[in-house]
């Protein structure tokens, strides 16, 4: 089984989107994201190649790979097979411009 590990850009990422939904929905919804967020992790660490790989970050060295979670975002992760470690490098709004996409990587 992997073991995730979020970069700092990654986690700031989920922090503002839990910022904003708490502020705009409320404390129940900010609940329901946390679990949905934590069951894709859980499953991510569980069988890592379940997301496809990620076609705008094709021409980068290492292959990046995505799951959405809920319905306007999607974890951005890369895997260290050797390690056991799977990476999260970020957390997209989906509704964004893809030409964007993962700045940190």
């Given at each position: 089984?992997m ?6 850009f990654?986690?700031s990422m ?9 502020e ?10 946390r ?6 992790v ?10 496809p790989e990620?076609?705008?970050l ?6 990046y ?15 260290d097979q ?7 490098v ?8 893809p ?7």
């Amino acid at each position: 089984m992997m073991k995730a590990h979020w970069t700092d850009f990654a986690w700031s990422m989920l922090s503002q989107t839990a910022d904003y939904i708490l502020e705009e929905y409320g404390e129940m919804a900010l609940d329901s994201f946390r679990n949905d967020v934590h069951a894709c992790v859980r499953l991510l660490e569980e069988q890592p190649l379940i997301g496809p790989e990620e076609k705008y970050l094709s021409s980068r060295p290492l292959k990046y790979r995505s799951v959405v979670v809920g319905s306007h975002n999607k974890i951005v992760y890369t895997i260290d097979q050797e390690a056991a470690i799977l990476f999260i490098v970020d957390f997209w709004d989906t509704r964004r411009e893809p030409s964007l996409q993962s700045r940190s990587v």
